[in-house]
């Protein structure tokens, strides 16, 4: 995927990130909970007494928003520089990340930081490494 700097507005950016910060506030403060993507889509899976509304809802709230961004603003036409089978595995290697981590980068990286965990700052420290080292080899080695 690549960026078009041109177009770039760090209002939209800051605004964007201010409401996953909130997003994430209040579902700790009100509802105990970590915004840890693939913790909630893990427990709905398993169908956890009780869980199931606020997990489905939360989902649910990611898969419906893109469509709500697009019919009140012009819709973005991302270009993805990747092939099914390569997005494919990338999927399957993160699922596989996320269960060796304990976590996602929203749980980790996004609530952990937030909560000074010192192991959510090791498991960022590893994606955000991982990441560069996978652009450095994608974009500089093939």
């Known amino acids: 995927?690549?960026?078009?700097?041109?177009?770039?507005?760090?209002?939209?950016?800051?605004?964007?990130?201010?409401?996953?910060?909130?997003?994430?506030?209040?579902l700790i403060l009100l509802g105990g909970r970590i915004a840890?993507?693939?913790g909630i889509l893990g427990g709905l899976l398993r169908r956890v007494p009780g869980e199931r509304a606020w997990r489905a809802a939360f989902i649910g709230g990611l898969v419906v928003s893109p469509w709500m961004y697009a019919a009140l603003a012009a819709p973005l036409a991302p270009r993805i520089e990747a092939g099914w089978p390569t997005l494919l595995a990338a999927g399957l290697i993160v699922g596989i990340g996320t269960r060796y981590g304990a976590g996602c980068t929203s749980g980790h990286g996004v609530c952990g930081l937030s909560r000074l965990s010192w192991r959510s700052?090791?498991?960022?420290?590893?994606?955000?490494?991982?990441?560069?080292?996978?652009?450095f080899v994608a974009r500089h080695l093939f």
Request: charged residues 0%; glycine residues 12%.
């Open 36 to 38: 840890g993507i693939s």
């Open 1 to 26: 995927m690549t960026l078009n700097w041109t177009a770039f507005t760090p209002a939209s950016a800051l605004a964007g990130g201010a409401l996953i910060g909130l997003a994430a506030a209040l």
């Open 121 to 135: 700052a090791v498991a960022t420290a590893t994606f955000m490494a991982a990441g560069f080292a996978t652009v």
